[in-house]
């Protein structure tokens, strides 16, 4: 009795179980991420509709192509994002790499082959100096930054007030340059060194130990110390890699501009964070993908040439159109934080 009592009893306890287990398939994690897509295709097919030369594979292509800095700052930024801090001196400190690119170039006559390995070492050493305050003292990363922001726009200034043009010949060749790829279509070298950058960034954010350290302090940094993971040194990496990767967009925006100027990348920093956070990357952090980045990125650029191709409208709507795209992913990150428990 008891034995034929148990099945039917045991049957009845797994069936709700199993009945949730079809509905348990999408992870409400996904949905800022899947909106994001959806809303690019959405986008691009309208544009198809509306205009004539929209769907090409060149109009696509020069999403990269005029992008590529952003690409690179907002990688960075997705780290930083991820493990629940934030960075807002990525602008400032592109704006000091274009500015000591030129100044040592032009002025000093320095080769492009010292010069670049230079800045990428400063600004990784600048971003390793604001991790090591915010870890070593438990410094609000938002104060720090802040103060990186502050510092690193006011050394361009102590270079130069004015803008430094570069003629260099490695700087208008590379910013010239480009790499067919089938019929009309064409790719720069900035946006070959994005796309490297985020395939590098895929690869280190879920196939690592410290991608996987990030998620984790972004998810409860009180439980990734319990687990014994290196919290510290995950900390200060997050916003070395940001400062390096800050300093590349800078080298990728000297060849996109020729000048140093301290005016440069001014409010890129919002960019930034604006195309993680459209992306899928929750600001709480430890949930978020680098793929969705960079569709974050590709959603600013597909509403600008939509605004560009109408022709009628102000360059202003772009910003107005990203307000509400922000607003309303920031209204669905809160609904989702609020029925979805944070990983521990």
């Not at 104060?143 to 003629?167: E, H, K, N, P, W």
Request: glycine content about 10%.
């Amino acid at each position: 009795m008891n034995t034929a009592l148990a099945k039917p009893l045991d049957a009845a306890a797994a069936s709700p179980q199993e009945a949730a287990l079809p509905r348990a398939r999408f992870n409400a994690k996904y949905l800022p991420l899947a909106a994001t897509i959806s809303l690019f295709v959405a986008m691009a097919t309208m544009g198809s509709v509306l205009y004539n030369g929209f769907f090409s594979a060149q109009v696509f292509l020069n999403l990269l192509i005029d992008n590529a800095f952003l690409i690179v700052v907002a990688v960075g930024m997705t780290f930083v994002i991820l493990s629940g801090g934030i960075d807002l001196s990525v602008g400032s400190v592109v704006a000091l790499t274009t500015m000591v690119s030129a100044a040592l170039v032009e002025h000093h006559g320095w080769s492009p082959a010292v010069v670049i390995p230079l800045v990428l070492l400063m600004g990784t050493a600048f971003g390793a100096l604001m991790g090591f305050l915010i870890e070593r003292f438990r410094l609000q990363p938002f104060i720090v930054t802040l103060a990186g922001m502050f510092l690193a726009r006011g050394l361009c200034y102590l270079i130069s007030i004015d803008s430094i043009s570069i003629t260099n010949e490695f700087y208008s060749e590379v910013s010239q340059l480009r790499i067919p790829l089938w019929e009309d279509a064409s790719l720069s070298i900035s946006a070959l060194i994005a796309t490297g950058v985020l395939l590098a960034a895929v690869f280190i954010a879920h196939c690592t130990p410290f991608g996987r350290a990030v998620y984790a302090i972004g998810g409860s940094e009180q439980s990734a110390l319990l687990m014994g993971l290196p919290v510290r040194a995950t900390l200060v990496g997050v916003y070395t890699l940001s400062g390096f990767c800050s300093a590349l967009a800078g080298v990728i925006f000297t060849f996109y501009m020729l000048s140093g100027y301290g005016l440069h990348a001014t409010g890129l920093e919002l960019d930034a964070i604006a195309a993680v956070v459209i992306g899928g990357t929750l600001l709480t952090g430890g949930v978020g993908y680098v793929a969705g980045t960079l569709f974050g990125v590709l959603m600013l650029g597909i509403i600008q040439t939509l605004i560009s191709f109408d022709g009628s409208l102000s360059s202003w709507w772009t910003r107005i159109v990203v307000g509400v795209l922000l607003f309303t992913f920031c209204l669905l990150q809160r609904l989702l934080t609020r029925r979805t428990p944070k990983p521990t």
